[in-house]
């Protein structure tokens, strides 16, 4: 070992030697050793480093060191974790320096529900992302920041539509009908999940350069503060603000970003169409090649187009007459490639934190408001663009178009519109106005007071509104072939308006009990929010005949009483302990109040003292945890336990001798509706080594949700709907989560750090019934296209994952093709039925990692991130269109995807196996490129140049479009696009 030391000595020294320079004037070689000031323990790795060059060295293992500088030169000791020490060299050439530890960096806090905590402190799974960590490039949507960055979490968009909504799961769904989605806080401030009318996605209203961290809680220790809203996780989110007695600085940000469509579907083109039609007209009387036309028109080539965005920022922060504040405007415009298709958004916010009495009474405001525009483009067009015969025109000048505006449209032998025909693709875009106007407030207020007689004391009382307001038109021309019948909608205008209030008043003490080496940190609160929506809608037809006029409106409230007790004893064993009871009004008075506990036990390994011999550990600390949260966001109106009937439209009326009356219909309701409620069991160990330049987590949990809310088939013959929602079902999620960070070069002008995550999970339905039924096949679920309707691919069945395929295993030829009709019969009773189907794979994968790289030399920086997902399968129905039934069809020709060259199916085979797809994928969600000029215009701004490329590639052997879905049933996606992001950041 002694051997050992000595050779890696030398070479450390070797390699401070080879890093040196030798200065033009006067210079000395100096030497010396860099110890600890508190422990005088060697220091291993410290940067030595002359001020204003690039001559430098490192220590070696005894914290040693030699460089040759010149007399007078400035020369500073850096080191993680520890303020950097400068001096000046003068006669003497042996120079020890002791390193004071920086408690600034040592005491990162991170937020958790209701307050912060020391990073070190924390009990719970926290996990949080600072904006320099930000995924970059393009992004109009938030979550896009984070994505593969945290383990365990996922987060899918929905398509490549500009603002498009995001599906986030964070360790799965620990539900079955009701909301699987975490709980979202802004700045205190919960929002409403539901969405808002005209609007895709709840965060597009924040602005994502506004936004300082991402902090996810996790595990039930960490949630259940949060109580019946946090069964899904909690996704906190802090805004910029100002920093007391800062100068004023001045940020702006320009993008510039150009989106192309990265592929599309293989369909037979005007060519092979042609040869089709005409091979099997031979055979088959019902093929009509007749009705083909002279042109080759690639459909998707017509939709899509090359889009163009671009993004402005503007921030201003520091202080004002003592009063730290940060304001911010921001303006986006974006094109979607599926033409007509943007998104225009403009937002401002301001953040104001003074203190009063000496720091014993601190206020904070923060307003945000935004205003989009969208303009959303008609996504069947995708559909039938695959669909539309190839041979025909995009528009035909014979004049019997005229009344379609041109455009090609399929026509009956004698002349009147084919009904059944494909619509034609672009005139769905180019016809069709679906425009929405959102505006958007979230306003907070907090003023905390340090008591004075009591300054262990605090007392917080916060008040916030999340307000919205939406109109939205759809307006179709009336020369669209598809408003030729009179109740087709032809006009529509919609409007919401939502209004979400919050007060909370919380007591929070803290004492350092000195006597007995310990500290409590207790907190208690209350807490009131109310939920209202108001809605309506009025539709009409080309004859300006109403056939839709609704109005709407819902209110919930939530009532809350909870409670944190933080104890720390010696530094090292750390206790924490919730409890929080809800209110909703969306339970029978009977059931509406629910109790949420949680414990939570830390021991920090690294501070006993049987441990401190270690050196090249830092930190090591082990976490157990367990906690209830319940769930009430029921994805069923706000009323399901009381008795409802729902009104039906102006086309489904009942006829009463010369009159017609509008039907009303029950719906179903369960009075004894209950809680759902999720128990997790959390075990993780965080650690660090060589300074925390490496460090990361490793965590086991389990989570089982009771009394599921369950949307369940009603008996035949009751007068209520189809479907009812209940508690009934139990549901089991299993994983484990890896973090590993790493700082590989860490050098004055050159950094490079690595990161990699990787999740597992599964989950599996262990109830679905009250009574035990051994041939309780499960509900089905998953609705898919196919010949007629009420098609469902996927179950929700005792013992498999939720939403498994649920299908006929495929038999197939010698040559791997699979045989039209042929199944399995697995149960051997010598016919295939409903008993041969099998349970098959389901959408969520068992594995998904994210790894991610950031590299910096001199002004220079580069980096990469992108995720792995493994296990997740998609069922294409895209290609289930692949059928040679589908080609004519009541006097029009369909086409069809490539697919139908190999399976060459006559008839809809929907049921298949074949169809079920191994959807793994290796994504790069994004690579950047920046170069910054330091110190420019009187040494006052730093300017920033750079380069992105987003959706850079993905390697599958998905056969489809886009293997990343998030329902696991792929139908028609609107495409994720490559972008190039080309931006500039000024900072004044």
Do not use: C
């Amino acid at each position: 070992m002694k051997i050992i030391r000595k050779n890696l000595n030398v070479l450390l020294m070797a390699l401070g030697l080879l890093l040196s320079n030798v200065a033009w004037s006067q210079v000395v070689s100096i030497s010396g050793k860099v110890t600890d000031s508190a422990t005088g323990e060697p220091l291993p790795g410290v940067t030595v480093l002359v001020q204003g060059t690039t001559i430098g060295t490192i220590t070696n293992f005894d914290g040693e060191y030699v460089l040759s500088v010149e007399k007078g030169s400035t020369v500073q000791y850096t080191y993680i974790g520890y303020k950097m020490t400068e001096l000046v060299v003068g006669e003497e050439t042996t120079i020890n320096v002791s390193l004071a530890v920086d408690t600034e960096q040592l005491e990162e806090v991170v937020i958790i529900g209701y307050g912060q905590v020391k990073k070190d402190d924390a009990t719970g799974s926290v996990v949080a992302i600072k904006s320099d960590d930000f995924n970059q490039g393009s992004s109009s949507s938030p979550q896009d920041l984070i994505v593969g960055k945290i383990a365990g979490v996922n987060i899918t968009s929905e398509g490549g539509a500009p603002g498009s909504s995001t599906q986030i799961r964070i360790r799965g769904g620990s539900s079955m009908s009701a909301s699987n989605d975490p709980l979202i806080i802004v700045d205190g401030m919960p929002l409403d999940n539901r969405t808002i009318s005209g609007m895709s996605n709840i965060l597009n209203s924040i602005n994502p350069a506004d936004i300082e961290t991402f902090t996810v809680l996790k595990d039930a220790s960490a949630t259940a503060i949060y109580g019946s809203r946090a069964s899904n996780g909690v996704i906190l989110i802090t805004t910029k603000k100002g920093t007391k007695g800062q100068d004023l600085r001045l940020n702006f940000d320009s993008k510039f970003s150009v989106s192309e469509v990265k592929e599309t579907i293989s369909v037979l083109n005007a060519d092979e169409f042609r040869d089709l039609v005409n091979a099997r007209a031979v055979d088959h009387s019902s093929v009509n090649p007749d009705l083909m036309g002279s042109a080759n028109t690639d459909w998707q080539d017509q939709i899509f187009q090359t889009a163009i965005g671009q993004d402005y920022n503007l921030g201003l922060s520091g202080s004002a007459a003592t009063i730290p504040f940060r304001a911010s405007v921001g303006y986006t415009n974006q094109d979607g490639i599926l033409k007509t298709s943007n998104l225009e958004r403009y937002t401002g916010s301001l953040n104001v934190t003074p203190d009063f009495l000496e720091n014993h009474l601190k206020l904070s405001l923060g307003v945000k408001a935004m205003k989009i525009n969208n303009r959303f483009a008609d996504k069947g067009a995708i559909g039938n663009a695959l669909r539309f015969d190839p041979t025909q025109p995009v528009k035909d000048d014979d004049p019997k178009y005229d009344r379609y505006g041109g455009y090609y449209t399929w026509l009956m032998s004698d002349g009147t519109r084919n009904v059944n025909g494909t619509r034609n693709p672009v005139a769905q875009l180019m016809q069709r106005a679906d425009e929405s106007d959102v505006s958007r407030v979230i306003a907070d207020f907090q003023a905390n007071y340090k008591v004075h007689f009591l300054p262990e004391l605090n007392v917080t009382v916060k008040g916030g509104i999340d307000y919205s307001n939406s109109d939205g038109t759809i307006v179709t021309d009336t020369l669209a072939a598809w408003t030729q019948a009179s109740s087709v909608g032809v006009n529509r205008v919609y409007t919401q308006e939502k209004n979400n209030k919050l007060f909370n008043f919380i007591l929070n003490y803290q004492k350092e009990l000195d006597g007995i080496d310990s500290r409590i940190d207790a907190m208690a609160g209350y807490e009131w929010q109310h939920f209202h929506i108001t809605s309506s809608a009025v539709e009409w037809d080309r004859d300006d005949n109403k056939i839709e006029d609704s109005k709407d409106a819902t209110e919930n409230y939530l009532v809350s009483f909870f409670g944190r007790l933080n104890y720390t004893f010696k530094d090292r064993y750390l206790l924490t302990a919730t409890v929080r009871q809800d209110g909703s009004s969306r339970f029978h008075k009977d059931n509406r109040w629910g109790t949420f506990p949680s414990f939570a036990f830390a021991w920090r390994m690294s501070e006993e003292g049987f441990m401190q011999n270690i050196k090249q550990l830092t930190n090591l600390k082990l976490r157990l945890g367990y906690g209830v949260t319940g769930q009430q966001e029921l994805n069923s109106g706000d009323y399901p336990y009381l008795g409802t009937y729902r009104l039906s439209d102006n086309r489904t009326q009942y006829q009463f001798g010369d009159q017609y009356y509008t039907l009303i219909r029950p719906n179903g309701y369960d009075e004894s509706l209950e809680w759902e409620e999720t128990t997790t069991y959390n075990a993780g160990l965080d650690f660090g080594f060589f300074d925390n330049r490496l460090n990361g987590s490793i965590e086991v949990y389990k989570r089982k949700t009771e009394k599921l809310l369950n949307t369940i088939p009603v008996p035949a013959g009751t007068n209520f709907t189809d479907r009812l929602l209940t508690n009934v079902g139990d549901l089991e999620n299993n994983g484990l989560e890896f973090s590993l960070s790493g700082i590989v070069i860490s050098k004055q002008d050159m950094n490079w750090e690595l990161g990699f995550n990787l999740a597992y999970n599964k989950n599996e339905v262990t109830r679905l019934t009250n009574y035990d039924d051994p041939d309780y096949r499960g509900v089905e679920v998953g609705g898919i296209s196919g010949v007629g309707v009420g098609n469902y691919i996927q179950i929700n069945a005792v013992g498999h994952s939720l939403n498994t395929f649920y299908v006929y295993q495929q038999v197939y030829d010698t040559d791997g093709k699979p045989i039209e009709g042929l199944y399995v019969d697995r149960n051997n009773d010598g016919q295939i039925t409903l008993d041969d189907k099998y349970y098959y794979k389901d959408p969520a994968p068992t594995v998904s990692m994210g790894f991610s790289s950031k590299f910096n030399y001199k002004n220079w920086d580069f980096g990469f991130s992108g995720r792995i997902s493994l296990g997740n399968y998609v069922y294409n129905n895209v290609i289930v269109g692949a059928r040679y039934q589908e080609l004519t069809v009541n006097e029009y020709l369909t086409n069809m995807p490539s697919e139908i060259k190999f399976s060459q199916f006559e008839t809809a085979q929907q049921y298949s196996d074949y169809f079920v797809k191994d959807a793994s994928f290796l994504r790069m969600d994004n690579i950047s490129l920046g170069y910054t000029f330091k110190k420019i215009i009187h040494d006052k701004v730093n300017l920033r140049l750079y380069s992105t490329v987003q959706n850079v590639f993905v390697i599958t052997d998905y056969d489809g479009l886009d293997p990343e879905i998030p329902s696991g049933i792929d139908n028609d996606v609107y495409p994720r696009p490559r972008i190039f992001t080309f931006g500039l950041s000024a900072n004044f």
